[in-house]
């Protein structure tokens, strides 16, 4: 063996790395390695510390979301002392049972009856105490129990606006204040579960909204978007990834979804105003159109992960089924699409969040308009969650802060919900393979 081939052995302390590399006891190669160790610990730490501050944000978020929103749950509420029998309303307990008691009750002026009723019992500023909707209710608890027609009765109204931040510490005005301490004391005014958020819809007073309209227009839009995007998207990866032949064309759509991926929300909202609406003439404000423009902007992102999905298979199940005489299309909708499927539904996933959660293009389409009444099918005007959470933002009441913070509750319920289902989903198909 040549001399030159042989390692030298350290002579001497002060040059143990350049005659021997391997000798891990010297002292150069021991400052390596404590230098190595220092980088490992100090990427770790920076890791750690990425975490931990996702983690603080996160918790930051959910903390203050939850302790402003929580109030928009609960409602001052204001017993309020009637005698129907003297307020004598032109309605029967028959009509009541009867549809069209609502424009009954409204005719026979409930409204008036009841504001009446609030300056019997608590002075010429009684109507200032209670909530503009307030009849409302009282028109809710006629419905349920004509009986009450007959004689007096002490309902639950939604307070004021002013007497409800005041209620909860939150008012600025030492009058009202002091007015709603007395109320308090009196045993008159107390804090109760807000059922109305949860069924109600828009309203121009912060004490009598609900968001069951905004929940309802997501659901239908939700629906329409998967309806569309999913079926479409998949369809167009199978053909992409097994049929379509490789040449420029193919190269060219394949960029063009990819670019489509990445295209602003706005874009979408610009060429579903310029189709649906101005091309098609489709109603405006419907959820259809909403999830139609959802649908093209969800589509490429299944496009992408289904292609990935499907080439993720191992080309062995498919020489494995064209070797047992399956034909073309048995060999991927048979074994390709089962094994691809739960890719395709993470996919699936990301762009439905990403839809739930998009308010420029439903902008766009004219879905921030004030609706009352829930949607009643797929071409009845509407709006959505993060639009309704936009309009209660830019609202100048008080009010409407913690009915904010309690519709952004709702919404990231609504969105766990449907990640929770889309997960169950895929890990049932994944325990089937």
């Not at 009841?114 to 409302?136: C, K, L, R």
């Not at 239908?220 to 995007?229: E, P, Q």
Request: charged share 15%; hydrophobic share 50%; aromatic share 8%.
């Amino acid at each position: 063996m040549s001399e030159t081939l042989v390692p030298q052995l350290p002579t001497s302390a002060e040059e143990p790395a350049a005659a021997a590399p391997t000798g891990w006891t010297t002292d150069s190669m021991q400052k390596r390695i404590r230098s190595r160790y220092r980088r490992e610990r100090r990427f770790r730490m920076w890791g750690l510390a990425a975490v931990v501050g996702s983690a603080g944000f996160l918790a930051f978020l959910l903390i203050t979301m939850l302790w402003q929103g929580i109030g928009g749950f609960q409602r001052a509420e204001l017993a309020l002392p009637i005698d129907f029998k003297a307020a004598a309303l032109e309605v029967t307990p028959d009509q009541l049972r009867a549809e069209g008691a609502d424009l009954a009750l409204a005719s026979a002026g409930l409204q008036d009856a009841v504001e009446n009723a609030a300056v019997a019992a608590y002075g010429p500023e009684g109507t200032d105490y209670i909530s503009e909707n307030a009849w409302v209710q009282v028109r809710d608890a006629l419905k349920d129990d004509p009986a009450l027609l007959a004689g007096r009765a002490t309902i639950h109204v939604a307070a004021s606006s002013p007497i409800a931040l005041a209620a909860k510490g939150d008012g600025n005005d030492p009058e009202i204040a002091r007015v709603a301490a007395k109320l308090r004391d009196q045993g008159v005014l107390v804090q109760g579960f807000n059922a109305e958020f949860l069924t109600g819809s828009d309203a121009t007073d912060p004490t009598g909204v609900g968001i069951w309209g905004a929940l309802k227009g997501s659901l239908l839009t939700m629906f329409v978007t998967l309806l569309i995007a999913f079926p479409v998207g998949v369809c167009s990866a199978i053909y992409l990834e097994e049929y379509a032949p490789k040449n420029r064309w193919t190269d060219l759509i394949e960029v063009s979804i990819n670019n489509l991926a990445a295209v602003p929300s706005i874009i979408f909202g610009l060429l579903g105003l310029a189709m649906f609406l101005n091309f098609m003439h489709l109603p405006r404000s419907a959820p259809l159109v909403g999830g139609m423009t959802l649908a093209l902007m969800v589509m490429p992102v299944i496009v992408i992960a289904g292609r990935n999905a499907i080439k993720s298979v191992p080309p062995s199940i498919r020489d494995a089924a064209l070797g047992i005489g399956a034909s073309r299309i048995q060999v991927v909708f048979h074994h390709v699409l089962p094994i691809a499927l739960p890719g395709i539904l993470t996919g699936t996933i990301i762009g439905m969040a990403r839809a739930l959660g998009e308010t420029a293009p439903l902008l766009l389409i004219g879905m921030r308009a004030f609706i009352v009444t829930p949607p009643g099918g797929l071409f009845d005007p509407a709006t959505v969650l993060p639009v309704q959470i936009f309009l209660w933002s830019d609202q100048v009441s008080r009010g409407f802060v913690e009915k904010t913070s309690a519709a952004i509750i709702v919404l990231l319920v609504f969105l766990l919900a449907m990640n929770g289902i889309a997960i169950y989903l895929r890990n049932k198909f994944e325990t089937r393979w």
